[in-house]
């Protein structure tokens, strides 16, 4: 699907929550993001597909969907150590998130036909999403309804957020 408008039109009709089309800058929000996604929210973004389903600069050529379930962040404070390991941490649900600027934050993320769930750079996949603007020339373009404007007018810097 080459629209964020059109899936996020179809969500709503199987999904009973808040859908909306969103600006992909609104990632870039650490704090707000992760909040967010402790809360249960997702986000469906589309982007290209490296050969190991992680973001890539493709120009849309590889262009998937994934679904952004959690996340990951650098943190010793407010965490539970998971006892097997002193690199493992969990935060809690009513953790405060301080200090996020200068902390890491990866993404977890299931590309749409993986069953493996990744860990992706944030910054590379918001790249990856604003680097969308072309359809692959060797896919038959009779199999697929571009909208107007083609892949940048429909995927390009946009995302779907669903609130659980």
């Known amino acids: 699907m080459f629209s964020a408008i059109n899936l996020c039109e179809l969500s709503k009709e199987l999904i009973d929550a808040d859908i909306r089309v969103d600006s ?7 704090e707000r993001l992760c909040t967010e996604l402790m809360m249960g929210n ?6 290209d597909c490296d050969f190991n389903h992680g973001p890539c600069l493709a120009d849309g050529k590889k262009a998937h969907w994934s679904l952004i379930t ?8 407010s965490c539970t150590r998971v006892p097997e390991t002193d ?3 969990i935060l809690q649900q009513d953790s405060t ?6 902390k890491s934050l990866l993404l ?8 493996v769930l990744g860990v992706w750079d ?7 999403n604003k680097n969308l603007r072309i359809v692959d020339p060797k896919r038959e373009s009779d199999d697929y309804i571009i909208p107007a404007g083609g892949v940048v007018e429909g ?10």
């Open 24 to 30: 992909v800058d609104c990632l870039m929000e650490k």
């Open 70 to 77: 959690g996340f990951v962040l650098a943190s010793n404070t």
């Open 87 to 89: 690199s493992i941490v």
């Open 122 to 128: 944030r910054d590379l996949l918001i790249q990856s």
């Open 97 to 102: 998130l301080t200090d996020l600027e200068s």
């Open 108 to 115: 977890l993320g299931r590309q749409s036909k993986s069953l």
């Open 42 to 47: 997702v986000f469906l973004v589309p982007y």
């Open 155 to 164: 995927l390009a810097s946009q995302i779907v957020r669903i609130k659980i």
